[in-house]
């Protein structure tokens, strides 16, 4: 017969994944913010951290054991896989080998900004999902300097050959910059909408996936992500999708 598995006290395996001391765990299970398997965890609660899906205010929280969350600034002429055939580095050289994590999500061999590494399947399952609506904001440099209808027709939605482009926020931050966010996940997305409005992109960088970003990590660098930044993404994969347009820059 197969071993039960070791159950946790639930404020044991809550301050583990960086929720506070055991006891502002504590307080939490006893504010009723904590629920397990969909009902409102009381004190004294033990899971199985492996198979148990434990809720903080409604956000899935991290409670797995041996999850790592990387943010990771990727250079331009990086690959976004696991391994190249063609011997080139991946985004996978960069990091710790152990424990194996895979990349949520592509970027093209170009394009320069912020990927997350994980070996959490199920967040990556929803930050993928084209469903989730979860927005990702790039700094493109064009050839040229959009005119108000080429940034009109950007975040209204473009034509491409695999159908029309959804709303976007697309700001003009100086001549040939752009802020572009969007929340699809097509292949190229960014670079054919550009090239469908005429002004094709010289260089793009991811700078924001959700409400994480970072400025200051530099080409080629890691680091972990923070509890809140976890927090974040967990927020953005149930928000719906509904793009405002900001005003654009001068």
Not at 65 to 89: C, E, I, W
Not at 92 to 109: E, I
Not at 143 to 158: F, H, Y
């Amino acid at each position: 017969m197969t071993a039960p598995a070791a159950l946790d006290r639930l404020q044991k395996v809550l301050a583990r994944a960086g929720y506070g001391s055991r006891r502002v765990c504590e307080d939490l299970i006893a504010e009723q913010r904590v629920t397990v398997n969909g009902q409102v965890a009381t004190l004294g609660d033990r899971v199985d951290p492996s198979t148990a899906r434990v809720e903080v205010d409604g956000v899935l929280a991290p409670i797995a054991q041996d999850l790592v969350h990387y943010l990771f600034n990727k250079p331009s002429g990086v690959v976004t896989t696991a391994m190249d055939p063609q011997g080139r580095k991946t985004v996978l050289n960069f990091v710790p080998a152990t424990p194996r994590v895979f990349p949520v999500g592509r970027l093209d061999l170009m394009t320069e900004g912020l990927l997350i590494l994980t070996n959490d399947g199920p967040l990556a399952h929803d930050l993928m999902h084209p469903s989730r609506g979860v927005e990702k904001e790039y700094l493109a440099q064009v050839v040229g300097d959009p005119q108000p209808a080429a940034i009109r027709s950007l975040r209204e939605g473009v034509a491409l050959d695999d159908g029309m482009t959804a709303p976007a926020k697309v700001a003009r931050v100086s001549e040939s910059l752009l802020r572009i966010t969007i929340h699809e996940g097509r292949n190229r997305q960014v670079r054919r909408m550009c090239d469908a409005v005429g002004h094709p992109i010289e260089r793009l960088v991811r700078t924001r996936i959700g409400g994480v970003g970072d400025a200051a990590l530099k080409p080629g660098q890691y680091r972990e992500l923070t509890l809140p930044e976890l927090t974040r993404l967990a927020t953005a994969v149930s928000r719906d999708p509904g793009p405002s347009e900001p005003r654009e820059a001068k």
